[in-house]
């Protein structure tokens, strides 16, 4: 059973920067998909971003230009650069994976980590 665990959330100024990690475990062979999500309470939660096997990355239109998405396949991580924070965008943010091909916008992935807390302060 594979296993996400993030890190790297805390607080940063509006504007600012932030470097999550997400490092996996416990599986036998690498996902095919890896991506980032985030949920406001209240609200579905979000795709932020995904990259699959390939590398190919792919993002939401409101990050697009802000976050850059990568993978250390050495090092079994995911790696989710963000700038120019918004206070908006203050909630957690998940690691998720699959061995099959999926999509940002279907939140329906097999493996979740426990989420990391991403706050931006005005």
């Known amino acids: 059973q594979m296993q996400l665990v993030e890190s790297g959330g805390g607080s940063v100024q509006t504007g600012g920067s932030m470097n999550l990690s997400c490092t996996a475990s416990g599986y036998s062979s690498a996902p095919y998909c890896m991506a980032w999500f985030r949920q406001v309470p209240g609200k579905e939660r979000e795709g932020v971003a995904s990259?699959?096997?390939?590398?190919?990355?792919y993002y939401a239109t409101s990050v697009e230009g802000r976050f850059t998405i990568s993978k250390d396949s050495a090092k079994n991580t995911l790696l989710l650069e963000m700038n120019s924070l918004k206070p908006a965008e203050t909630t957690i943010y998940y690691c998720a994976a699959d061995y099959i091909q999926k999509q940002l916008y279907d939140p329906n992935w097999r493996f979740w980590g426990r989420g990391t807390q991403v706050t931006v302060s005005s």
């Open positions: 990259v699959h096997s390939d590398g190919s990355p």
